[in-house]
């Protein structure tokens, strides 16, 4: 009891940060406050802030001691958040200014953006979008507030669709949100985007709208350069892809979480789960007869994409079409030729996914030897032991072709000149997928993030939290090896499917409620928060050569190789 006595309650709490200082202000301070004492001159700006271990806007007012870690523009939630408000401040200067205007923001642009277009008008012409732009950098530079209010559901939903925004007033109630929505008004207009934003519009100094085809782009700086906006380039051929997508959501009938929920509801899942196959199908069957009847005949067709995509049962179906339109392939997987660990060890190379880790040399030697005829012994590496050990012996005939799946597979340095027009480049990627409404675009990142939850918890004893602490360097690889090459492909391979939200809800939640590393967590709980807005469905009508499969288990296409051909193509070695 040595120097403990009565004393009045404090007026103020401290804010201790991770750095061990501590600041101290009157109880009810916006978290801004604290920030800002804490970092006067930043130079990344913070979007939110951890309180003892929740992540709270920084309009919260922190009524209690707290341990405060704020999350910057370059972590991937402050990212997240970044262009959550930037798309808010967007659709109120088109508000504003064109109120008979729908505007839908669609998807990513490669180069740092969100492609964007809309309805019920004309398309908005470059001295409308400069218009547009002057007004957002007005509100930016009066630090126009961001006004969050509680709002009882009913209510909300009425204003919603005062918006026009129908679809976001019966996904609230799709998503089982109970008592209040928080609205978010800037100026006259209103909305909720599904997640935290910014106290006001001062916070939101870098972006651009550049014109599109047929749109226009949302710029905003990427976390790993958060100052500076990329410049815009070319990417036509993505954007047929996304535009096949919307085709192919127009002739579903679905264009949002809310439709397809609606789907559940009414029973037309199975319909929509065939079709979207159908269109897959329709898709690979469209690659493998262009191969085929492409004029330089190539044999030695390389795959690449991100993690978690798809590739592999991709590989195995354009395969089987290939071998329906009479050509024999036969798969070859890049990570065969990865330097044994210990070689690498001695040149000092850690990341597989660095090209450098790659025996390129033996990659070229052996597939020119292959396309000329020749019998190669290809290697097989064992990721067990670090060591590459004999693999099959293989001899293509005339009709042979080679199926090269790997990360680097795009990647200029792979080839010699002499085999680049032999060969046909694909890009496969879970490239887009259904919107949580118009204004509020669901990452393909956090897709193929949910696939491998789930994939790695079922087939490679991995948990969650072993997933999403692998995750950054994931994508670290990705965009240093994967995306700069897209735009070498010949043609692309969307895996995304409509439906598959709603079917990975109920393998993901129990898998992400187990993650309790403190900062992993936050990732997962906005997984979840996301998982919330679309009605789970168990998919038992799944086709068993569906990509999802590949995830979710239940296919057929995990053992199949080309075996019809085996004893005619080549010998594996027993």
Request: hydrophobic share 40%; net charge neutral.
């Amino acid at each position: 009891m040595a120097g403990v006595k009565p004393t009045k309650r404090r007026e103020t709490v401290q804010a201790v940060l991770p750095d061990g200082r501590a600041f101290e202000g009157p109880a009810g301070t916006p978290l801004a406050d604290f920030v800002r004492a804490a970092y006067p001159d930043p130079q990344v700006p913070a979007m939110a802030a951890v309180v003892d271990g929740e992540l709270r806007e920084l309009s919260f007012p922190l009524r209690e001691d707290a341990e405060v870690r704020p999350v910057f523009l370059t972590d991937s939630e402050g990212i997240k958040i970044y262009t959550r408000s930037l798309s808010f401040l967007l659709a109120a200067a088109v508000h504003a200014l064109f109120p008979e205007a729908r505007l839908i923001i669609d998807h990513s642009a490669p180069f740092g953006g969100y492609y964007c277009r809309v309805a019920r008008r004309s398309l908005f012409t470059p001295a409308e979008l400069e218009q547009i732009e002057s007004h957002m950098r007005e509100l930016v530079r009066a630090d126009a507030p961001i006004v969050r209010a509680e709002v009882p559901l009913e209510e909300a939903q009425a204003r919603l669709r005062a918006l026009g925004l129908s679809n976001k007033a019966e996904l609230l109630v799709q998503g089982g949100i109970g008592g209040t929505v928080p609205l978010y008004q800037l100026g006259e207009f209103e909305d909720y985007l599904f997640g935290p934003m910014v106290p006001s519009a001062g916070y939101l100094p870098q972006f651009a709208l550049t014109p599109y085809p047929r749109g226009f782009v949302l710029r905003f700086p990427r976390r790993e350069r958060p100052t500076e906006l990329a410049p815009a380039e070319d990417y036509s051929a993505l954007l047929q892809v996304f535009e096949e997508y919307g085709r192919w959501l127009d002739l579903l009938g679905v264009y949002d979480a809310c439709t397809v929920n609606e789907a559940v509801r009414t029973g037309r899942m199975t319909e929509l789960i065939l079709v979207s196959e159908a269109l897959h199908n329709g898709r690979i069957a469209q690659i493998a007869r262009t191969i085929a009847d492409h004029p330089s005949s190539p044999r030695l067709i390389l795959i690449a994409g991100p993690s978690s995509s798809g590739k592999t049962t991709f590989t195995k179906r354009l395969a089987i079409e290939l071998l329906a339109l009479g050509l024999r392939p036969y798969p070859v997987s890049m990570d065969d030729y990865f330097l044994p660990r210990d070689e690498m060890i001695r040149r000092g190379l850690t990341d597989f996914d660095d090209i450098s880790a790659v025996e390129v040399p033996l990659f070229q030697g052996q597939m020119e030897e292959l396309l000329d005829g020749k019998a190669v012994q290809l290697p097989r590496f064992d990721f067990t032991t670090g060591r590459r050990e004999v693999g099959s012996q293989i001899q293509l005939k005339k009709d042979g072709i080679l199926l090269v799946e790997g990360l680097h597979c795009l990647n200029p340095q792979l080839l010699p000149p002499g085999l680049e027009g032999r060969s046909f480049r694909i890009y496969a990627s879970a490239l887009t997928q259904l919107n949580l409404d118009d204004h509020v675009r669901m990452s393909t990142t956090d897709t193929r993030l949910l696939r491998r939850v789930v994939r790695d918890a079922a087939f490679r004893g991995y948990s969650a939290e072993n997933t999403l602490q692998m995750w950054d360097n994931v994508r670290r690889g990705e965009k240093r090896f994967v995306f700069p090459h897209q735009g070498r492909a010949d043609m692309m391979f969307n895996s995304a499917l409509v439906y598959e939200w709603n079917v990975l809800r109920s393998r993901a939640e129990p898998l992400l409620l187990q993650v309790r590393h403190p900062r992993l967590r936050l990732r997962a709980e906005r997984l979840l928060e996301e998982l919330r807005w679309f009605v789970p469905y168990p998919g038992e009508e799944i086709p068993a050569t569906s990509i999802l499969r590949e995830f979710i288990g239940g296919g057929i296409l995990a053992a199949y190789y080309p075996s019809p051909f085996e004893r005619a193509t080549w010998r594996r070695e027993m």
